[in-house]
């Protein structure tokens, strides 16, 4: 069952890109959006503009930095990377994201 | 949730726009890039390989979008970029803005000047602790006895009981403002002294800025207390601000007296047009006043009281118990008045002491100024008005001829709401740049209206900055004129018909809302027009009407000059010599038909009356008296019916005698006055003779009391020469200041005036009625006239093809003007109807200004209609004649 687009919450679209240049390290959009649709094996079907937005918000939090580097193929690319709240954003968000999930699983087993 | 970091970038973003949006650009070129090639390296073609890049992103134009969105703040954003819109809109119609900021800062400018004068006469409290505690008395009624011509003044004995009713009032003071001689440093000058009582200070709660206030313990023996307070701003004009001057001694009327304290900083007395200088304690008034030292008599009413009310006390409080004081004041008080009729003595026994809050202290301005300021706010509210409805035709019609452009806009997805925001913002900056021009213009009315006022001792407290409340107003008012003025343009505009404004079909039938929408507007503009032209004749009659009310005197051929000999030292022996010397010099410069004087101002004043009783009649009498010299009223050209006017033998002999005027003659005695005796009425014997009875005289306010008493002069203090010329006034200026240079070079002579001049100071604000109003119905009539042309000319430029056409078909130049005249007839109508219900409302407001004319003038209202109307035509007949000269082809070419 594929999820659509709308069923991916704005919030955990921050916490992928911050998970995602935290794994990957310093990286431009077109490669984080790589590394999401491959990590979700195309269960996640974004619409990859949807993207672009969410980085200027982290970005404007300051929980990632930019700046323009040239890539392999000698273009001009806008590189992410993580920075030191934004790991520490991570690890807050994806601590909450565990507890979230376990009380869901308890509550669906607690139902039966 | 708030995040500081982000609204800080949020903010960054915004300046630097053009940078962060071509970075944009590329990041999301690479991005498809990237998905370009490697759909290519899956297999498709280039072509396909693109196209399933930019499905897969989802829209590029909608996420630059929304990365924009988010990236700045994009509110400020479209409004910076709305500004510079209209901006470049406004350069490219100079002449539009010009006309259209120009109005409106007339109209803001004018009003802000009304306001400011109103706020500064009518709002402002007093710099007082807690004004709002503050009650004011007057007791309006029969007083029976001499009233010194200050509205709201009592007795000194009332007050001194006042002072008991301590379960009403925790404190009541009195205060009475005159002019003494203060000698200092050497120099001599005349300055504003309050006589005030021992609680003055302490009841308004004033702290000294040095030394200390007047208290109780100053004001108990009357001549025991000689010490003064400055006022703040005399101590900084005279001395300096210097603190050394606490405890030194000045003269005042040649009473020594010691300066203890200096009072605080913007505190300019209680009332609030008139500065005082220093200030004294009450039982000092014999040494102030000397010429009328009597402290406490219940027949002279001639303090002005203020009383703070007591915890817990309200107005209606205040007032109930003031009435059950008064009553029982007032029937111990009648007991000693001596030979009243009955109906007089329960007239005076009806008198009410009347408590009104007390806030704004007394001011001769707010009662002189407080009707007409009102009527001016309401002349130029309407000028405003006026203009504003002005703009809105021209908005209009500007909008009309962008209907293209809004239509493409709309069919490219702006909202509605965009484009209504930007036409608003452009009314705002229209309005803002009109608001700006308009404090510029309100500065210089300011400064022009109070240098119009002809008692520059009112105007010294007057300040010339608009304030806070003032500026306030102007800018509300720029802004409701924005939103006046916009709103209806561009809800207009706004109402899209794509299609017809795309095709360029923006004629005939998408300008009719448009059309209908000026038309109405010019009505509006008429209505008020008419408003204002017919208030304009009213008054323009009014103060001919009062100019025209003279009798008795030549005023413009009588010169005064008054003198002050006390100033250097004269007793009033000699001053009454160097009266006849001076008199005796001024008759003999050539051009000089005669000379006489009287003991103080004019011999029409009004200014000091007496109540007297007439023999023979129980009535009371209130008249006028002057204290006039030998010969005077001959002098003056003044015929006497009977009897005769005072000698020189009369002074000598100290024979006691009045002159009446001849109405007071004819009404108290059916004309045969002249034996028969009068005297003050407390005296139920009156003593003094009538030795003659002259022709009447003109007060200087038409309306003012008309019955004059003339006694001789004794004792004289003063004197002020009546100069009668034969040759124009402004040549004898100079002879005259060297007659009384030459009876004493240290005597200094005052400003110079004609009678009639003093005479129009007191019609000042007729004058100034009649000229504004002049002027704002000038400006409306040229506004709505504009109007009219406007919407004429652009009706012709609509009707083009339908001109050519008739013209085509051999229509006579009648026929075409008749089209173009009707709509014109129309407005005009419209106009005239609205303006029937206003004026008849407006103008019953007005009555009290007028005289001789009632507001309902028929003569008036059809002169001004008829002005309007041969305006209104002019005015539609210019675009007419142009609708002419359009020649068939033209017409039928242009599109």
Excluded at chain 2, 90 to 113: D, E, K, W, Y
Excluded at chain 2, 141 to 152: A, R, T, Y
Excluded at chain 2, 610 to 637: F, K, Q, S, W
Aim: hydrophobic fraction near 45%.
């Amino acid at each position: 069952m594929k999820e659509t687009k709308s069923d991916v919450l704005q919030g955990t679209l921050d916490l992928m890109i911050l998970k995602t240049l935290d794994t990957l390290g310093a990286m431009h959009g077109w490669g984080v959006a790589q590394r999401i649709s491959q990590i979700s094996e195309n269960l996640l079907q974004l619409n990859q503009g949807t993207l672009y937005p969410a980085l200027v918000r982290v970005e404007q939090r300051g929980w990632v930095r930019s700046e323009w580097r040239v890539t392999e193929n000698n273009r001009r690319a806008k590189y992410y990377s993580l920075t030191r709240i934004g790991k520490k954003q991570l690890d807050a968000e994806a601590k909450q994201w565990d507890r979230f999930a376990a009380f869901m699983t308890r509550l669906l087993n607690a139902s039966e | 949730m708030f995040s500081f970091r982000a609204a800080l970038s949020k903010l960054r973003a915004v300046l630097a726009t053009p940078r962060l949006d071509t970075e944009m650009n590329d990041e999301l070129r690479f991005h498809i890039e990237m998905e370009t090639e490697a759909n290519m390296k899956r297999g498709m073609s280039r072509e396909e390989a693109h196209c399933a890049a930019i499905r897969q992103f989802g829209g590029v134009a909608q996420t630059a979008e929304a990365c924009r969105e988010r990236r700045g703040i994009p509110f400020i954003e479209t409004l910076l970029q709305d500004v510079r819109y209209a901006l470049r809109l406004f350069r490219r119609f100079p002449g539009f803005t010009a006309v259209a900021v120009l109005s409106l800062a007339l109209g803001i400018g004018a009003n802000t000047a009304i306001f400011t004068l109103i706020d500064q006469v009518l709002i402002r409290a007093l710099p007082v602790q807690n004004p709002a505690e503050l009650v004011r008395f007057d007791a309006p009624g029969k007083l029976v006895g001499m009233q010194q011509n200050f509205p709201h003044t009592i007795p000194y004995p009332v007050f001194q009981r006042l002072g008991s009713q301590s379960s009403v009032f925790s404190g009541v003071l009195a205060h009475y403002l005159t002019g003494v001689n203060m000698s200092a440093g050497g120099t001599t000058e005349r300055v504003s002294c309050d006589l005030v009582s021992g609680s003055y200070f302490r009841v308004l709660g004033l702290r000294p800025t040095y030394g200390r206030l007047l208290t109780e313990d100053d004001d108990r023996k009357p001549g025991a207390h000689p010490v003064a307070v400055l006022s703040y701003g005399f101590w900084e004009r005279r001395f300096g601000s210097d603190p050394s001057i606490i405890g030194r001694t000045v003269r005042l009327n040649k009473s020594p007296m010691t300066i203890v304290g200096v009072a605080p900083q913007g505190f300019r007395g209680i009332s609030a047009d008139n500065y005082v200088d220093i200030l004294v304690p009450l039982m000092m008034k014999a040494q102030m006043v000397p010429w009328w030292p009597q402290l406490d008599s219940p027949r002279e009413a001639w303090l002005d009281v203020f009383a703070r009310r007591a915890q817990g006390v309200s107005l209606e409080q205040a007032q109930a118990a003031m009435d059950v004081f008064y009553r029982s004041y007032l029937n111990e008080d009648v007991r000693t008045l001596t030979g009243v009729p009955e109906n007089v003595r329960r007239e005076f026994l009806a008198g009410r002491l009347v408590v009104q809050p007390g806030l704004r202290g007394t001011s001769n301005l707010q009662q002189i100024f407080a009707s007409p300021l009102k009527a001016l706010m309401a002349m130029v509210g309407i000028v405003l008005l006026i203009a504003c409805a002005n703009l809105a035709g021209l908005l209009i019609a500007r909008a009309a001829a962008r209907q293209t452009e809004f239509g493409i806009r709309i069919a490219l997805g702006a909202g509605r709401g965009r484009l209504f925001r930007q036409l608003m913002t452009e009314s705002l900056l229209l309005a803002c740049a009109g608001g700006v021009a308009g404090l510029a213009v309100a500065l210089v009315s300011i400064r022009g209206l109070i240098a119009l006022l002809p008692f520059k001792q009112m105007a010294r407290g007057l300040e010339y900055m608009p304030d806070l409340n003032a500026l306030a107003f102007t800018m509300g008012v720029s802004i409701l004129a924005a939103l006046v003025f916009g709103l209806v343009p561009a809800l207009q505009t706004t109402r899209p018909a794509v299609w017809p404004s795309l095709k360029g079909e923006v004629r005939a039938s998408s300008g009719m809302g448009a059309a209908r929408l000026r038309r109405a507007s010019v009505a509006l503009q008429v209505a008020l027009s008419l408003v204002l032209v017919v208030g304009a004749g009213l008054f323009a009659r009014t103060l001919y009407n009062l100019k025209a009310s003279d009798y008795g005197l030549e005023r413009e051929r009588i010169v005064l000059v008054d003198i002050d000999p006390t100033l250097n030292g004269y007793t009033s022996s000699r001053i009454r010599s160097l009266v006849d010397d001076i008199n005796r010099r001024l008759k003999a410069i050539p051009g000089v038909r005669a000379v006489g004087f009287t003991g103080f101002g004019p011999i029409n004043a009004t200014n000091n009356y007496n109540t007297l009783r007439m023999e023979g009649h129980d009535e009371p009498a209130t008249v006028n008296t002057v204290n006039i010299g030998p010969g005077t009223l001959l002098a003056m050209g003044l015929r006497m019916r009977s009897g005769r006017e005072f000698t020189t033998f009369d002074e000598r002999s100290s024979r006691d005698g009045v002159v009446i005027t001849e109405s007071l003659a004819r009404r108290w005695f059916g004309g045969a006055a002249v034996g028969k005796r009068l005297g003050s009425y407390n005296n139920p014997w009156p003593t003094t003779p009538i030795i003659g009875v002259v022709e009447d005289i003109a007060p200087p306010e038409p309306r003012g009391r008309r019955d004059y008493v003339f006694y001789s002069t004794r004792g004289m203090r003063f004197a002020m020469f009546h100069i009668l010329t034969a040759l124009p006034p402004e040549t004898l200026s100079g002879p005259i200041r060297d007659a009384v240079r030459s009876a004493d070079p240290n005597l200094p002579v005052g400003d110079l005036n004609t009678m009639a001049a003093v005479a129009d100071q007191a019609l000042f604000t007729e004058r100034m009625l009649a000229l504004l109003s002049t002027c704002f119905g000038g400006l409306a009539l040229l506004l709505a006239a504009f109007g009219i042309y406007g919407v004429t000319a652009w009706s012709v430029v609509r009707r083009k093809r339908e001109i050519g056409i008739r013209l085509a078909l051999g229509a006579g130049a009648l026929r075409i003007l008749s089209l173009v005249i009707t709509e014109v007839l129309w407005m005009l109508g419209a106009g005239l109807v609205l303006a029937a219900p206003a004026i008849i409302v407006l103008f019953g407001l007005v009555r009290a200004q007028l005289y001789g004319v009632e507001p309902g003038d028929p003569l008036t209202i059809t002169a001004a209609t008829a002005l309007l109307v041969v305006i209104a035509l002019a005015a539609g007949l210019l675009p007419g004649c142009r609708a002419l000269r359009v020649s068939a082809s033209d017409a039928l070419h242009s599109e």
